[in-house]
């Protein structure tokens, strides 16, 4: 009967260790799956820099030409503004007048 009286002693699962290590597993999925889409988006986004910075420059060289054109255009309109004109440039140049006999004489007064 002794051998009936000592019971068979099961060591205890330390429930807390299996908890904690469940918990970490699904706290380092959570955070992986988090890292994988911020790397994406920062891959995406520096992409989307470049892109941006390709145009800039783009932009800037049209800028760029384009003050140079003011210069040129703005030097030859210097020289041209120094020589003198021809006698032919003074005169005013006049418009051509429309014909005044399709108008009727209420709509030359409203015109006038």
Sequence with gaps: MESRDVEVVRPRRPWALIVAALLLVVLSVVLWAKWSESRSEVERLRAEL???YT??????TQAALAQQRVA?????????REKPAPADATKPIEKPR?????????TQQ???
């Design 50 to 52: 470049k892109v941006v």
């Design 55 to 60: 145009e800039a420059e783009a932009i800037r």
């Design 98 to 106: 429309a014909k005044s006999s399709t108008k009727s004489k209420s």
């Design 72 to 80: 040129i255009l703005e030097k030859q309109l210097g020289v041209l």
């Design 110 to 112: 409203i015109t006038r």
